[in-house]
């Protein structure tokens, strides 16, 4: 029943930069916690960042220091900042939000990193 419109994927080479948003049509946004999932060709599904309705954050180990989730609850939209973009990022992102024990899942967005 959540829709979650996701967007600023894109081609990118290796060391730079994307952002990735997902807006959020469920009108209670900020008691939810939301992430970011990602899929590599072939590679199961596997967990990038979270951040819940308190704002506490969590990150994969391959992506600390290099990967930003935050919130903005007005906008009902959860940010991915990237950077230092590696080739291994590569994949199709998603966006999640959590309703009870269900997650609600975006339809992806295509990130690509050029070496």
């Known amino acids: 029943q959540v829709q979650l419109v996701e967007s600023g994927g894109g081609l990118v080479q290796a060391g730079g930069s994307l952002r990735l948003s997902c807006a959020a049509s469920?009108?209670?946004?900020?008691?939810?916690?939301m992430g970011w999932y990602r899929q590599a060709a072939g590679k199961q599904r596997e967990l990038v960042a979270g951040?819940?309705?308190?704002?506490?954050?969590n990150y994969a180990d391959s992506v600390k220091g290099r990967f930003i989730i935050s919130r903005d609850n007005a906008k009902k939209t959860v940010y991915l900042q990237m950077n230092s973009l590696k080739p291994e990022d590569t994949g199709v992102y998603y966006c999640?939000?959590?309703?009870?024990?269900?997650?609600?899942w975006g339809q992806g967005t295509q990130v690509t990193v050029s070496s």
């Open positions: 951040i819940t309705a308190g704002g506490t954050t």
């Open positions: 469920r009108s209670i946004f900020s008691i939810n916690a």
């Open positions: 999640t939000l959590e309703v009870g024990v269900l997650k609600s």
